[in-house]
């Protein structure tokens, strides 16, 4: 099994930044995709940003290019979500993902262990 563990969220103010970081522990997948999602209230899940364990290849959604950026610490099995020009629409519960298997990087289906989730809040 793997095992998921987000940290870092909290109340922010417009304009400030936030790193979230996702540590994975038990089976981890040294070939996988780590991606980050985030879900407001009364909507859908939505893909963030992801990156390639291994080969460090990155996506990001259009909303949050060129404000967040993923990374990666392999030594610690460790993802990061460095969040920047926070603006209320970035207020989310955030999760992080494993994909085990095969899929879009972007589909929540693709993504086979979840976080549990850590609150962002941007206020204005």
């Known amino acids: 099994q793997v095992r998921l563990v987000e940290s870092g969220g909290g109340l922010v103010q417009v304009g400030g930044s936030l790193r979230l970081s996702c540590a994975a522990s038990?089976?981890?997948?040294?070939?996988?995709?780590m991606g980050w999602f985030r879900q407001a209230p009364a909507k859908e899940r939505e893909f963030v940003a992801a990156?390639?364990?291994?080969?460090?290849?990155?996506y990001y959604s259009d909303s949050v290019k060129g404000r967040f950026t993923i990374s990666r610490d392999n030594a610690k099995n460790t993802v990061f979500l460095q969040m920047n020009s926070l603006n209320p629409e970035d207020t989310a519960v955030y999760f992080c993902?494993?994909?085990?298997?095969?899929?879009?990087?972007?589909?929540?289906?693709?993504?086979?262990?979840w976080g549990q989730g850590t609150q962002v809040i941007v206020s204005s």
């Open positions: 990156i390639s364990w291994s080969g460090g290849r990155t």
């Open positions: 993902a494993i994909r085990v298997s095969s899929g879009y990087y972007s589909k929540v289906s693709s993504y086979d262990y």
């Open positions: 038990g089976r981890t997948f040294s070939s996988q995709l």
